[in-house]
């Protein structure tokens, strides 16, 4: 149900031990807290999808 790209960012966004995101840090080196906005909007985009099939529409 869910895109690949949403699953890719999901993968690679993570918490870390500090609390920041280690995606964030790894590729763009910046000190961002997680949830950073590629996972929120990952996130959003899965509910979507499922709040859509539960319903019968599309998202």
Do not use: F, K
């Not at 790209?5 to 995606?23: F, K, N, S, W, Y």
Request: aromatic share 8%.
């Amino acid at each position: 149900m869910t895109n690949e790209a949403e699953q890719r960012i999901l993968a690679v966004h993570l918490p870390g031990m500090d609390g920041l995101c280690t995606g964030c840090r790894a590729w763009w080196s910046r000190l961002t807290p997680y949830p950073c906005w590629q996972v929120d909007w990952a996130t959003s985009r899965q509910a979507r999808s499922l709040t859509a099939a539960l319903l019968g529409g599309r998202a």
